[in-house]
């Protein structure tokens, strides 16, 4: 396999007595999905906002392109190329689909030409296959899929590196989920390593190339999509998995 992209070694990260993250590894390749699961507190977002220069850890390395990186502000995460989608996804629901994606772009040699943006936009959107009726609709009127797939399309036009999605899937329903699964494939094809945040596990053994569990804000295991879903969940929860397996057989019993 190619060199990792980013590498995270020993990475801590506290705030006050609360240890967030413990002596985290993480490995992230050119062109692969890497999931990252984990019970409510393992420290997810933790390490997303680490990475996406939000919080500083308090030890170890982060490695970018094979050396080390401070990533001490988001300007400077975004700037090395590490681009991240948060759940709130930060639309402007009265604007219309070219003028989100241009927001905040202001650098950009688009920026004040309607026409470049309009066609940067579409070949953009064209090139992710994405579902938007028009690039001159306004967000208010798209479906949460078609609103997650500006977003990401947004952080694609600084060209990252890297790109976290924050629970892309969350509250769509399931024609929108296999939408945006398949835009994050569009994106890995692009080259790009993708973090996924998710709490569906049906999502994660879709799209993801590796598997990463944390656990208490401690690496607990990687796993590839043919892992199993009791095994996934025993890393999650700390629970061997025969006693998983064993209560969700009780739980069946007892339906
Ligand atoms: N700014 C903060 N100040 C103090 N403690 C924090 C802060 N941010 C996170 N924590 C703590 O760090 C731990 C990890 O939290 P984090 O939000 O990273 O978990 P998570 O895996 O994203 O959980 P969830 O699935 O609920 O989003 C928790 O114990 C949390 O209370
Ligand atoms: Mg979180």
Request: charged share 20%; aromatic share 2%.
């Amino acid at each position: 396999m190619a060199d990792p992209i980013l590498s995270l070694r020993g990475v801590s990260k506290n705030f006050g007595a609360v240890a967030a993250l413990t002596d985290i590894e993480l490995d992230i390749h050119p062109g692969e999905v890497v999931a990252l699961v984990g019970d409510n507190g393992a420290g997810k977002s933790t390490l997303v906002k680490v990475l996406a220069g939000v919080h500083a850890p308090s030890a170890g390395v982060i490695r970018f392109g094979g050396r080390g990186v401070t990533l001490d502000t988001p300007a400077a995460a975004m700037k090395l190329g590490i681009a991240t989608v948060y759940q709130d996804l930060a639309l402007c629901e009265n604007l219309d689909v070219v003028a989100n994606l241009f927001l905040g772009h202001e650098i950009s040699p688009y920026a004040l030409d309607e026409v470049a943006m309009e066609v940067r936009a579409w070949t953009l959107l064209q090139e992710l296959a994405a579902r938007i009726p028009s690039v001159r609709e306004p967000i208010a009127s798209l479906s949460g899929g078609q609103r997650q797939t500006v977003a990401i399309a947004r952080s694609l036009l600084l060209d990252p590196k890297i790109i976290m999605l924050d629970e892309p899937t969350a509250a769509l329903g399931v024609a929108q989920t296999a939408e945006v699964l398949n835009l994050i494939e569009r994106v890995r094809d692009r080259g790009l390593g993708v973090i996924m945040i998710s709490h569906n596990m049906e999502d994660v053994r879709a799209v993801a190339d590796r598997i990463v569990v944390l656990r208490l804000g401690r690496n607990n295991g990687v796993f590839d999509r043919s892992a199993s879903h009791h095994e996934l969940v025993a890393a999650i929860t700390g629970a061997s998995e025969n006693a998983v397996t064993r209560r969700m057989e009780r739980k069946e019993v007892q339906a």
